[in-house]
T-cell receptor, first 114, second 112 residues
Framework: KAGVTQTPRYLIKTRGQQVTLSCSPI?????VSWYQQTPGQGLQFLFE???????NKGNFPGRFSGRQFSNSRSEMNVSTLELGDSALYLC?????????????FGQGTRLTVV | AQRVTQPEKLLSVFKGAPVELKCNYS??????LFWYVQYSRQRLQLLLR??SRESIKGFTADLNKGETSFHLKKPFAQEEDSAMYYC??????????????FGTGTKLQVIP
């Protein structure tokens, strides 16, 4: 069974630009969550999608948005990039998204904003 | 609001010494708690969950509701235990769906 796949692995963008990151969950998993990982803040929850609907949202500005498609693949978009958005963005999938199930993480997309 | 606190950013221990990675949580209901681990150049992965009451790679964690803690312990550290460890809590998010909150992580460094 293929694991969670995130593309691209690395990205360099300029301040003010926008970026789209992609996540393909494990086959059969309907829940996809996104996290921002930085050395100082650890893992911060961005949002969670289940069956194309956003179920939970973290405390990030509206510049951060996402969506999920009918095949459970998910995209995350960040508009008007700021230097502070530089981070590793992780995607995790789980079968149903209920809290006591294991989340499977992708390798992440390393975003650098210059 | 749910919160997970890992007070130590870095924990250095000698090989063979006991390890305790601290995790405290804040949550009004009955939480589900987990420990995730990230080895160098590998994906973040589940180590153990409190509901399973299992020991994985010699690690155990007991949920203490009175102290709102879920510390991760191992009696004898091994070099291969060196990694980043995250404590996580699953609790009520919006709309009744559960949301997972992670701590900031503790880097465990086992000195040979």
């Amino acid at each position: 069974k293929a694991g969670v796949t995130q593309t691209p692995r690395y990205l360099i963008k300029t301040r003010g630009q926008q970026v789209t990151l992609s996540c393909s969950p494990i086959s059969g998993h309907r829940s996809v969550s996104w996290y921002q990982q930085t050395p100082g803040q650890g893992l911060q929850f961005l949002f969670e999608y289940f069956s194309e609907t956003q179920r939970n949202k973290g405390n990030f500005p509206g510049r951060f948005s996402g969506r999920q498609f009918s095949n459970s693949r998910s995209e995350m978009n960040v508009s008007t990039l700021e230097l502070g958005d530089s981070a590793l963005y992780l995607c995790a999938s789980s079968p149903s998204g209920t809290g006591n199930t294991e989340a499977f993480f992708g390798q992440g997309t390393r975003l650098t904003v210059v | 609001a749910q919160r997970v606190t890992q007070p130590e950013k870095l924990l250095s221990v000698f090989k063979g010494a006991p390890v305790e990675l601290k995790c405290n949580y804040s949550y009004s209901g009955s939480p589900e708690l987990f420990w995730y681990v990230q080895y160098s150049r590998q994906r973040l992965q589940l180590l153990l969950r409190h509901i399973s009451r299992e020991s994985i790679k010699g690690f155990t964690a007991d949920l203490n509701k009175g102290e709102t803690s879920f510390h991760l312990k191992k009696p004898f550290a091994q070099e291969e235990d060196s990694a980043m460890y995250y404590c996580a809590l699953s609790g009520g998010g919006s709309g009744g769906y559960q949301k997972v909150t992670f701590g900031t992580g503790t880097k465990l460094q086992v000195i040979p």
